[in-house]
C-alpha cells in the first residue's frame, strides 16, 4: 500500500464542521485500486480528488457499478471499531459477480477500509448515533461504447462522518403498488446502482404523497412484502418477529442478519416466511401487528409509525416505538458502540499497522 504524503497533509489540515447531515461531509482522502490486465493494482491513498472520465467510459452508460454501505464506530473515543466488515467484504463480491465484474481481494478491501479509517480516526464522531460512513465501490472504467462486459475497473473507497439518518424517529411507509424494484432472476439481491436508479422515481412519488419511505411489494404477486428502498423489512405479530424471507429480489442487509441473531440470543421467536400485504393490513387492523420497522446500516432500526396505499387507506401500528424495536435498537446500537459485551464477536478494532 502507498500512502502519499498529500494525504497525511490533507488528513491534516481537515476540519469538521459541527453539523454533519448525513453524507455531505467526506473525509479528505480516498483509497484506489485498478483492475487491468487481469490483475489489481497495489492500493494508493490519496488526497480525495475528481476522477477524470473519458466520455465513453463503460459505468457512465451502462451503469456496471457496485457498492457498499458500512460504518466504523468511535461512541465516546472508545474506538475506532468497524462493525462486521467481513459480511461487507463478502456481499460486495457477490455483487461484482452478478454484475461481471472482477472480485477485490480481501487485502485490497480490507486494506483500504482500515486505512482509510486509520488515518481519519480524529474525525470518527464520538456522539451517540454518529458515525464514520464508509462508501467501497467499484466502477468498470474501460473506454469503448460496445456493450460488453468492461476489462478494466477501479476499486475506491471514501468515507463520510454521518450523523443519524433519520432525525424523525418514526416513519411513514408508501405501498407502491405500480411499479417494482426487482424481479426473480434479475438484480435485486446485488448491491448496483440501477436498483437504486430505478427505484428514484417512486421515492419522488412517496415524497409527493407526504410520505419518508417506499415499499417493494414481489412483481410477481404484487403482494408479498420485500424491502424498503435502502433497508430490510420486520414486524411484530402475536409477539413473534416476522421479515420476509431472502428471495433473489431482496438485498441481504447485514444488519436484518444481525437482528436474527439478536432476536433468537433474547429468546425472541423469528420466522422468516413470505408476507402479504393484504393480510398485514388486516392484522394491524385488529391490533395482531403492534409493532413494524426498517432496518439498516444507515437507519439502524427505525420504526414504522403507518403504512399508505395507492388508494389513500392508512394503517397505524399501535405503538410505533414498540418495546421489541426498541430492545433490539439499544442492543444492536450497544454493541456498536461498546457499550454492551459483543458476545458475537462482530465487533473489529480498525488495524492501524495495515
Ligand atoms: C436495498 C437495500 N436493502 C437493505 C439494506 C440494508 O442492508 P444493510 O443492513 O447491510 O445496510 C440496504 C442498505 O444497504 C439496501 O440498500
Redesign the pocket.
Known amino acids: 500500500m502507498i500512502v502519499e504524503q498529500e494525504a497525511k497533509k490533507a488528513i491534516e489540515n481537515f476540519s469538521m464542521p459541527d453539523n454533519i447531515g448525513f453524507g455531505k461531509v467526506l473525509l479528505p482522502i480516498m483509497a484506489i485500486s485498478e483492475f487491468k490486465d487481469g490483475k489489481w493494482s497495489e492500493l494508493v491513498i490519496s488526497p480525495y480528488k475528481k476522477l477524470e472520465l473519458d466520455p465513453t467510459t463503460k459505468v457512465l452508460h451502462y451503469g456496471q457499478e457496485i457498492f457498499?454501505?458500512?460504518k466504523a464506530y468511535n461512541y465516546k473515543g472508545q474506538g475506532p471499531v468497524l462493525f462486521r466488515p467481513i459480511?461487507?467484504f463478502k456481499?460486495f463480491n457477490f455483487s461484482a459477480s452478478r454484475m461481471a465484474m472482477p472480485e477485490v481481494p480481501e487485502e485490497i478491501f480490507m486494506g483500504a477500509v482500515h486505512k482509510i479509517t486509520s488515518l481519519g480516526e480524529k474525525f470518527v464522531p464520538r456522539r451517540d448515533g454518529e458515525s464514520l460512513y464508509i462508501r467501497p465501490f467499484m466502477i468498470a472504467t474501460e473506454k469503448n461504447l460496445g456493450i460488453k462486459p468492461s476489462e478494466e475497473f477501479m476499486f475506491i473507497v471514501i468515507a463520510s462522518p454521518v450523523g443519524s439518518y433519520f432525525s424523525g424517529g418514526t416513519i411513514k411507509v408508501f405501498i407502491e403498488e405500480e411499479m417494482i424494484?426487482a424481479c426473480k432472476g434479475g438484480t435485486?439481491n446485488a448491491?448496483t446502482g440501477g436498483?437504486?436508479a430505478g427505484g428514484l422515481n417512486a421515492a419522488i412519488k412517496t415524497k409527493e404523497k407526504g410520505f419518508d419511505q417506499t415499499m417493494w411489494l414481489s412483481a410477481e404477486d404484487k403482494d408479498s412484502i420485500e424491502?424498503?428502498?435502502?433497508?430490510?423489512f420486520f414486524c411484530v405479530i402475536d409477539d413473534k418477529l416476522y421479515t420476509p424471507e431472502l428471495t433473489d429480489t431482496?438485498?441481504?442487509?447485514?444488519?436484518?442478519?444481525?437482528i436474527i441473531e439478536l432476536a433468537r440470543h433474547e429468546n425472541i421467536e423469528v420466522v422468516e416466511k413470505r408476507l402479504s400485504i393484504k393480510e398485514l393490513k388486516g392484522l394491524i387492523k385488529e391490533a395482531r401487528c403492534t409493532e413494524a420497522f426498517a432496518?439498516?446500516?444507515?437507519?439502524i432500526i427505525t420504526p414504522i409509525d403507518s403504512f399508505h396505499d395507492e388508494r389513500g387507506e392508512s394503517f397505524h401500528l399501535k405503538s410505533a416505538h414498540g418495546p421489541v424495536a426498541r430492545k433490539l435498537r439499544n442492543k444492536l446500537l450497544g454493541i456498536q458502540q461498546l457499550t454492551e459485551t459483543d458476545s458475537f464477536g462482530w465487533i473489529e478494532k480498525i488495524k492501524e499497522t495495515i
Open positions: 457498499e454501505g458500512m459480511e461487507n456481499r424494484r435485486g448491491k436498483n437504486y424491502e424498503l428502498s435502502g433497508m430490510n431482496i438485498l441481504n442487509g447485514i444488519t436484518r442478519k444481525s432496518c439498516g446500516t444507515a437507519a
